[in-house]
């Protein structure tokens, strides 16, 4: 079955790369209509969370993003298919970082950086058009893929523009085997971790919200420089690139306040504009207080 699938996977890429963006931007249009109409995937939970996360607006307004949003959702799946085939000038043409010379410092005393941002905008170009832009070695952390064909076609594809893919059930690894590299360490945070008992808990638009600790963790233990990346969807098929310092020196600050302060910034950008954030997971189906209870009641157990 997973051979199946990766072939259906390669032929949608094959075509992809035939298909100049207008055309596929059609395609996306038939898959919204599909998502939000037919199939109404997901519905509930994206109201849901738009609800949670913007209590004040009106219940016209949350439907009026809640389409905005399934339009966003399907030209991403488009433009991630298509992006295994793009050439590195239109990679660089669509997904433009507008200010790679913060990092010049770095490069030259040859320190790796951590960049650290959301699921927001466009977050899979960010793992191609890097190695075109930036010259640190750009070495994205990602969650493998259950599909083994595709994991494998994925790495191979990412290795060709110039990017390492690395496990996220590896990262420690992955910070051993290129400390003496230097790299840019690309971190999407922002989806709900496992382990409760290692999360950063953030006031995530008034509610309380547990984040990967990963970031933090690691920007600790190496002393690297963190930036946020903040992704800025500009029109259809193309997104500006911001790099925003946050620390120098992260084992200066107080525990959790790396954390706090990027997500802080991911939380602006969606304010803005949240029809690019990713509404169809369950972000907030554990609370701290669902937490502390499960956690004592493990403990009189044990």
């Known amino acids: 079955m997973n051979l199946f699938f990766y072939l259906i996977f390669r032929l949608f890429i094959s075509l992809f790369k035939l298909l100049p963006f207008r055309l596929l931007y059609l ?28 209590p004040d607006k009106a219940s016209t307004e949350i439907q009026r993003i809640t389409k905005q949003y399934y339009r966003y959702l399907a ?23 507008l200010n790679p010379e913060i990092l010049e410092q770095y490069y030259i005393r040859k320190q790796s950086v951590i960049g650290v941002s959301g699921h ?24 493998p893929l259950t599909n083994p064909y595709i994991d494998r076609f ?25 400390k003496h590299s230097t790299c840019i360490y ?17 006031d995530f638009f008034g509610l309380d919200t547990p984040f990967l600790h990963g970031p933090e963790k690691y920007a600790r233990i190496y002393r690297l420089p963190v930036v946020y990346i903040d992704i800025r969807p500009v029109k259809r098929g193309f997104y500006e690139i911001e790099l925003i310092p946050i620390t120098e020196a992260p084992n200066d600050m107080k525990d ?29 189906k554990r609370t701290r207080q669902q937490w502390i209870k499960l956690k004592k009641t493990k403990q009189i157990v044990n």
């Open 120 to 143: 927001y905008g466009n977050w899979e170009w960010g793992s191609i058009s890097g190695a075109f832009q930036l010259k640190h070695l750009p070495v994205a952390l990602y969650k």
């Open 256 to 284: 959790g306040e790396l954390t706090e302060r990027w997500v802080r910034m991911l939380e602006e950008r969606i304010t803005k504009n949240p029809q690019f954030w990713i509404w169809s997971h369950r972000r907030w």
């Open 75 to 97: 030209d991403i799946m488009v433009e991630s298919l298509k992006g295994f085939t793009m050439s590195p000038k239109s990679i660089v043409k669509r997904y433009k970082v």
């Open 27 to 54: 395609i996306s249009d038939v898959f919204y209509y599909l998502a939000f109409y037919v199939l109404r995937y997901r519905r509930k939970i994206v109201s849901g969370n738009l609800t949670k996360a913007f």
């Open 186 to 202: 690309l971190m999407i945070a922002d989806q709900s971790p496992k382990n409760l008992e290692k999360a950063y808990w953030v």
């Open 154 to 178: 994925l790495k191979r594809n990412r290795a060709k523009y110039g990017t390492q893919l690395a496990s996220i059930k590896e990262t420690f690894e992955t910070f051993e085997t290129n």
